[in-house]
């Protein structure tokens, strides 16, 4: 057993290696070094300092800890006598009074004209509500500026590459964190309250994030993404959205619209032609608990963004802009539909999450069938 023991000891200079490397990561969508956006660039000037500060005083410190470690070891003659006290020097305990002070000085001084310059946001603005819930995220464009809401969205945040974005975050339930880290910080979403933050994506890409503060039972699995478009492809975006969801001529998307209104209709709503009135006539009172499905195929995301809606084509591991809209993500979807507590941890049905409706697997051929003209 102790021979066991020792063996394990001799692994812990590993440890600080193992960790190194798991730093390493080749893809980090979350990677809050790599701002691609003026405000996260604002916040890296902010950090990168900082931790520059703080690796030079901790390699000192430890250089210090080390040296006087060395310096009064036990060695064989030592007569256990006290070394030399420095207690009372005057300029020792001024210095490492002093030192100290101004380096937070100068770091809370360089911190609050960061927040200031955040909270900057200029005039003109396109604004956007972002309402986090139990476990996803919905967004609400007011296009024209006159109070009403003309797009409704979820999980996918849309907008034009090169322009700012001013959100105004709330919830619908619990406290829940805005956070997409290429482009800001984080944000809370709390319920009654609106809190705006700016973002701005340098270029047309995605850029997902994390709810970052614990909510519940589907915390970790409640992602989002900004999907930021060329100016062009926004306004197709933009004017898109505004339409209502067309009636399907094919005859198995034709019988998922009618399982949609049966199994479905009570809680998502799909708006009709004209993009005003609800095309089932049934889910208007309760769709604020789940998210509007009339344009579900123009996404690239569904189930609060754990899954891609599209396969990845290139297989590099992320679904881009050019790959949505190719090939349907038949077998997650499917899945979903089948059984979404067993992909996703729900509380009981009748709270909060979509509950199992034991579809069959025509129903669920016909939703799928439904929901992929649903563009």
Request: contains cysteine; glycine residues 10%; proline residues 6%.
């Amino acid at each position: 057993m102790a021979g066991r023991t020792y063996r394990r000891w001799r692994l812990a200079p590993l440890a600080p290696l193992v960790l190194a490397l798991a730093a390493c990561a080749d893809k980090a969508p979350l990677d809050t070094l790599e701002p691609q956006g003026p405000e996260a660039q604002t916040i890296d000037k902010l950090v990168d300092p900082v931790f520059a500060i703080a690796g030079v005083v901790f390699v000192l410190v430890q250089l210090g800890v080390l040296a006087v470690a060395w310096k009064y070891r036990k060695r064989k003659d030592d007569d256990d006598s006290l070394p030399p006290q420095i207690h009372g020097s005057i300029k020792l305990e001024l210095g490492w009074t002093i030192l100290p002070a101004l380096l937070l000085a100068g770091v809370g001084g360089a911190s609050v004209l960061t927040i200031l310059d955040l909270d900057d946001r200029p005039a003109g603005a396109q604004e956007v509500t972002v309402i986090g819930q139990q476990w996803w995220w919905e967004y609400r464009y007011d296009v024209d500026g006159d109070g009403e809401d003309d797009i409704v969205t979820a999980n996918d945040l849309v907008i034009p590459a090169g322009e700012p974005i001013t959100l105004s975050i709330t919830s619908r339930d619990v406290i829940h964190s805005f956070w997409i880290p290429a482009l800001n910080g984080k944000r809370d979403a709390v319920p009654g309250r609106e809190h705006p933050l700016l973002i701005q994506a340098d270029e047309p890409g995605v850029y997902r994030g994390q709810c970052t503060e614990f909510c519940g039972l589907s915390h970790g699995f409640m992602g989002m993404r900004v999907v930021a478009l060329a100016p062009a492809d926004y306004d197709e975006w933009e004017a898109n959205q505004q339409e209502g969801a067309a009636v399907p001529d094919d005859e198995l998307a034709a019988a998922g619209m009618e399982q949609f209104r049966t199994t479905c209709s009570q809680c998502h709503l799909v708006q009709g032609e004209g993009g005003n009135e609800d095309l089932f006539e049934g889910a208007a009172l309760v769709s604020g608990a789940a998210p509007n499905l009339t344009h579900f195929a123009s996404r690239g995301v569904f189930a609060g963004a754990i899954f891609d809606l599209w396969v990845d084509q290139d297989g590099n591991g992320e679904v881009d802009l050019a790959e949505r809209g190719e090939q349907l993500n038949v077998s997650a979807l499917e899945a979903w539909l089948r059984n979404p507590p067993a992909e996703k941890p729900m509380y009981p049905q009748g709270s909060r999450g979509m509950p199992n409706l034991n579809l069959t697997d025509e129903q669920i051929d016909a939703l799928v069938a439904y929901l992929e003209t649903l563009e």
